[in-house]
């Protein structure tokens, strides 16, 4: 099976998963009287990504976003290689305001070398998402987006 294959395979094993987890979130924030303005929505460009966003008076503030991140669009990538069918992937939660501030994100061992599982290794996938869910919890995300989202400033 090619890399991209492969990719597109984890894409379609994962997606229900991700789905919940980011309605649950969404979900939260509703509850708590935040304005979410999307439905999850799904994007491809270097990875696979899901998101929605919550609104301030109006405005885009905050993204809630997954991705599937895969180690070739994260590192030099040497593309003589391109055919290489290995590579490693990681799951990543990042919570964002709308000029970039980080207001939260969990990511697995990031920035040591075990955030990566090789693509090839369907256990350590499982596991490694298995671990990634249960650090995704939604009362937490949604207090972090009300403790941030005062502070978050539009610019038109």
């Avoid at 919940?20 to 979900?27: E, F, P, Q, V």
């Avoid at 919550?54 to 991705?67: C, F, M, Q, R």
Wanted: aromatic share 10%; hydrophobic share 35%; glycine share 8%.
């Amino acid at each position: 099976m090619t890399y991209v294959k492969k990719i597109e395979a984890l894409k379609n094993r994962y997606e229900g998963r991700i789905k919940a987890i980011l309605t649950g979130i969404a979900d939260d924030c509703r509850l708590s009287g935040l304005q979410v303005d999307s439905e999850i929505s799904h994007w491809c460009d270097e990875y696979h990504w899901w998101f929605f966003n919550i609104n301030k008076d109006g405005h885009l503030a905050v993204e809630v976003k997954i991705s599937i991140s895969e180690q070739r669009a994260f590192e030099d990538f040497n593309e003589s290689n391109e055919d290489n069918e290995t590579g490693g992937i990681g799951f990543m939660i990042d919570i964002m305001g709308v000029n970039g501030e980080v207001i939260g994100r969990i990511c697995p061992y990031n920035y040591t070398p075990e955030v990566w599982v090789n693509i090839d290794d369907a256990d350590g996938i499982t596991a490694r998402f298995d671990e990634f869910e249960n650090l995704c919890d939604p009362d937490s995300a949604v207090e972090l987006i009300q403790e941030n989202l005062p502070k978050i400033v539009h610019i038109e």
